[in-house]
């Protein structure tokens, strides 16, 4: 079925915005679905279409969440429930925000209060929930393809919140926007990521993503921090940070993860801020105009340094969280395509 431009945003069908019929031109095929994917579990098997459709729609929706009228009502109808089984106020609240400005009804559910507390398997929540009929699950799990299975198990849309150190698709995504939306273009860049890479499902999902846009990758860390032939994700490795940023256009920094840590990873904080803690010395390294991320939340004075955090001039930090949201909705709608018509 061709798409209806105008109900991307939610507007009267007789005048879309020139920029929407455009993007929908191109992204709709009368023969194929312009997203086949039932859930969006990882970048992982994206293509680099798919990967640039949900990026030009989260165009539309970052420019809509800067109107006064925030909201849609393209999901009117639907239902999304966040479950979150790891804490998280910046991810949940992100969704929670996407989905009420499309007009879903929103339900979050944390594990602190669920029946997982009283013994239920992961695997009966999942059965309780779809008999409800939610329409999209946006679902956390401290376990690596914990996700996965659950999204076996229900018969709506499921999005990958984060499981374990597996994946984080929403956040290479809204790292990718900003990354586009400050250089114009993802190919061709060099993009160096610094820290806790072993831990980090935010560094798997960027190297996906950056990999199957045309980036070049590094890694940086020492060597207790990254996962065993991290090179055979087409990254190339460093354990100097002054030599991993040289020249690089983007300086990715990833939290230190003590909560997933058994042992001595790191010998102290100190230690490990003198050699991989982001400050201006080491900065010094990349381009003039190299541009600052992390995934937050920041550990000040651990992996960067407060005055580098806070440099707006080269910081994108914030404007990460703003574009979070757009790319949360761009999610939302594409995978909402292929449901049919909310009961």
């Known amino acids: 079925m061709p798409l209806d431009p105008a109900r991307i945003c939610g507007l009267p069908s007789a005048s879309p915005p020139p920029y929407i019929a455009a993007l929908m031109t191109v992204a709709a095929s009368p023969n194929e679905p312009s997203f086949p994917h039932r859930h969006l579990l990882g970048i992982e098997g994206l293509s680099p279409s798919e990967i640039t459709l949900l990026l030009d729609i ?7 969440n800067r109107q006064a009228d925030k909201t849609r ?28 400005r499309l007009g879903a009804d929103v339900i979050n ?48 849309a499921v999005i990958n919140a984060g499981d374990g150190s597996h994946e984080h698709p929403t956040q290479a995504l809204l790292d990718a926007l900003t990354i586009r939306r400050r250089r114009g273009r993802l190919a061709g860049l060099l993009v160096t990521i610094c820290g806790d ?25 020492p060597p207790t921090l ?9 990254v190339e490795v460093f354990y100097d940070m002054r030599a991993g ?6 300086v990715m920094m990833l939290r ?19 050699f991989y803690g982001l400050d201006y010395d080491k900065l010094g390294a990349a381009k003039e105009d190299a541009l600052i991320m992390h995934p937050g939340p920041m550990n000040r004075g651990v992996e960067i340094d407060s005055e580098v955090a806070d440099d707006y001039g080269r910081s994108v930090i914030y404007e990460q969280v703003e574009m979070g949201v757009a790319v949360r909705m761009a999610c939302l709608e594409v995978l909402t395509r292929n449901l049919g018509d909310p009961v």
């Open 58 to 64: 989260s165009e539309t929706y970052v420019e809509q």
């Open 73 to 100: 009502s393209i999901l009117h109808g639907r239902t999304l429930i966040n479950l979150f089984f790891e804490t998280s106020t910046r991810t949940r609240t992100s969704f929670e925000l996407a989905g009420k």
């Open 109 to 156: 559910m944390s594990v602190a209060t669920s029946s997982i507390k009283k013994g239920e398997t992961l695997i009966d929540t999942a059965m309780t929930l779809n008999a409800m009929h939610p329409d999209v699950l946006a679902v956390r799990h401290p376990d690596s393809g914990a996700v996965s299975l659950l999204s076996e198990k229900v018969t709506g």
């Open 197 to 221: 890479v072993l831990h980090s499902r935010v560094a798997r999902s960027n190297i996906h993503l950056l990999n199957t846009m045309g980036a070049r990758v590094r890694v940086v860390a």
């Open 226 to 234: 990254l996962p065993p032939a991290i090179e055979r994700m087409g």
């Open 245 to 250: 940023l040289t020249d690089c256009d983007i």
């Open 256 to 274: 230190v993860q003590t909560e997933r840590m058994q042992g001595n990873f790191i010998p102290s904080v100190r230690e490990y801020f003198h």
